[in-house]
C-alpha cells in the first residue's frame, strides 16, 4: 500500500470512532453516526480502503480502545446482543464502494448501493441478536425494524455528503477515484 | 482501559492472551452443563486473583452493559419453553425458560468480564503488536500484517485529534447559525450535514498531509523496516497455553 493509502484509511477508522459518539435524539430513538460512517468510506474510498478501514475500527474496539458507541470497547461488545452490526460493518463498506464504483457514481444507483451495504449489517446483527433474546422472529422486532427508517435516512445523509464532496472539492478525491 | 501492573497475568505473552481469552469466550458459547460453566467461572476467577486486578475495577464492565444482559434475560425469560411454573397476569414463566435465562446471563456476564481482564493486562500497543504478529503467520500476510498495524498506530493517534476538529466545526457552524438544535427535524438534518460535510474534507486532506510528512522522513512501505520492541515466547506462556486449552477441552466434554 502507498502512504496516501494507508493514512486515508487509518483517517476513517478515526472518524468512524467519532461519529460513533455524536448522538442526536430524533424522536425517542437516540441515533448515532456509526453507521453513516461505514456507508462514507463505502462512498469515498476504493472498495480495499473502505474495507480495510471498517476492519480497523472493528479491531481497535476489540483490543480495548474505546471507540465503539457509547466510548464502549471490547470482544463483550463485539460478541455480545448487538455485536452483530459492526461485525458486518467491513463487508458493508466494501459492498457499498463496489456497488459504487459499478454504477458510475450516479446519485439514485449510489443511494440505492448504500442501502443494498445495510443488507449484511442487519442479516448478522439479526442473527447474533436472535441468540440472545430468543428467537429470531423477535430479534427482527427488536433489532431490525425500529431501525429501517433512521437508517434510510442514514443513507440519503451519506449520498448527500459524497455528493457534495465530488461537486465542490472533485480534487480531494480525484486520486481515489482515477482508475 | 489499561492498568500497568506486574503480575503473571500482565507478563503473559500480549499473543497467547488475545488468543486464550478468545478461546475461553468461544468455548463458554459451546459449554452444554452446569459443570462446565463452573469449571470455566473457576478458572476465570482464579486468573482474575492472579492478575492483582481489583474485582471491582473489573465488575465495572459488567455495570456499564448491565441494561443489554438484563435484556437478554428477560427475554429468555418469557421465551416459553417446557412446563409451565407460575403465572402473573399476562406473564408465564416456564422452568426450561429460567434455565435458558440463567445460562444467558452468565454467559454475557462471562464475556464481559474475560474481555475486561484482557484488555486491563494488555496495553494497546502489545496488542496491536500481537494482532500484526498473529497476521503475519498466516502464509503471505507479512506484509499485510505490517500496514494494517501501521493504520491502527495512525489511526489511534488521530482519533483525538480528530474529535477535537469535530468539536471545533460544531462550534463553527453554531456560531454561524448552522441549526444543530432544532427542534424541526430537517433543520436537525442541516445542522449534521453542516458538520459532517467539513469533518470528512477535512479528514480527507489531513490523511494526505500525514501521507506527504510520512514520504518526506522516507516512509517506504514494508521493506527495510525494523521493530523497537519485539514480543518473546518465554516458558511461562507454554504452561499457561496448555492450561487454558485443557481447560477448554475439558469444559466442552464435561
Keep these: 500500500m502507498k502512504a496516501k493509502e494507508i ?50 475500527y472493528v479491531i481497535m474496539g476489540l483490543i480495548g480502545l474505546p471507540v465503539y458507541a457509547g466510548f464502549r470497547s471490547g470482544a463483550s461488545i463485539l460478541f455480545g446482543p448487538t455485536g452483530g452490526y459492526l461485525m458486518a460493518f467491513p463487508v458493508a463498506a466494501f459492498l457499498i464502494a463496489i456497488l459504487q464504483k459499478r454504477s458510475q457514481y450516479s446519485t439514485l444507483l449510489s443511494f440505492l448501493s448504500t442501502l443494498l451495504g445495510l443488507i449484511p449489517i442487519y442479516l448478522s446483527g439479526w442473527l447474533l441478536l436472535s441468540r440472545y433474546v430468543g428467537g429470531l422472529e423477535r430479534a427482527f422486532q427488536l433489532g431490525v425494524l425500529p431501525f429501517f427508517w433512521i437508517d434510510m435516512i442514514k443513507a440519503l445523509l451519506a449520498v448527500f455528503v459524497s455528493k457534495a464532496i465530488e461537486r465542490y472539492k472533485p480534487a480531494l478525491l480525484y486520486e481515489i477515484r482515477k482508475n | 482501559m489499561y492498568v500497568p501492573g506486574d503480575s503473571p497475568v500482565h507478563a503473559l505473552d500480549p499473543r497467547l492472551k488475545l488468543l486464550g481469552f478468545m478461546g475461553m469466550i468461544i468455548t ?24 492483582k486486578v481489583s474485582p471491582r475495577f473489573l465488575l465495572r464492565s459488567v455495570k456499564s ?11 429468555q425469560l418469557f421465551s416459553g419453553y417446557g412446563r409451565v411454573l407460575f403465572e402473573f397476569g399476562p406473564f408465564v414463566v416456564h422452568a426450561e425458560s429460567v434455565f435458558l435465562a440463567v445460562e444467558v446471563v452468565s454467559r454475557l456476564i462471562f464475556v464481559v468480564l474475560c474481555a475486561s481482564l484482557m484488555t486491563v493486562t494488555t496495553s494497546p500497543i502489545e496488542l496491536s503488536d500481537a494482532v500484526e504478529s498473529l497476521m503475519g503467520k498466516l502464509p503471505g500476510m507479512k506484509r499485510f500484517a505490517h500496514e494494517l498495524a501501521m493504520v491502527m498506530s495512525i489511526s489511534i493517534r488521530f482519533v483525538p485529534v480528530m474529535a477535537e476538529e469535530a468539536e471545533n466545526i460544531l462550534k463553527a457552524q453554531t456560531s454561524r447559525g448552522a441549526p444543530i438544535d432544532d427542534r424541526k427535524f430537517t433543520g436537525k ?12 474534507v477535512l479528514s480527507l486532506r489531513r490523511a494526505e498531509e500525514i501521507a506527504l510528512a510520512m514520504e518526506a522522513r522516507g516512509y517506504r512501505g514494508w521493506e527495510g523496516r ?4 519485539e514480543l518473546r515466547w518465554k516458558a511461562k506462556d507454554t504452561v499457561f497455553a496448555m492450561m487454558v ?6 469444559c466442552l466434554f464435561i
Excluded: C, N
Excluded at chain 2, 69 to 74: E, F, K, Q, R
Design chain 1, 7 to 56: 493514512t486515508r484509511i487509518a483517517l476513517f477508522s478515526a472518524i468512524t470512532a467519532i461519529l460513533a459518539q455524536l448522538r442526536v435524539d430524533i424522536g425517542p430513538v437516540p441515533i448515532t453516526f456509526q453507521v453513516m460512517a461505514v456507508m462514507l468510506a463505502g462512498l469515498l474510498l476504493t472498495p480495499r480502503e473502505a474495507l480495510l478501514s471498517q476492519l480497523v
Design chain 2, 28 to 51: 463458554i458459547f459451546a459449554v452444554r452443563s452446569a459443570h462446565g460453566y463452573f469449571v470455566m467461572y473457576a478458572f476465570l476467577f482464579v486468573l482474575i486473583i492472579l492478575s
Design chain 2, 65 to 75: 452493559i448491565w441494561f443489554l444482559i438484563l435484556l437478554a434475560g428477560v427475554f
Design chain 2, 189 to 200: 438534518l442541516k445542522g449534521i450535514l453542516s458538520v459532517a460535510i467539513p469533518l470528512i
Design chain 2, 226 to 229: 525494523t521493530r523497537f520492541r
Design chain 2, 245 to 250: 486449552s485443557s481447560i477448554i477441552i475439558l
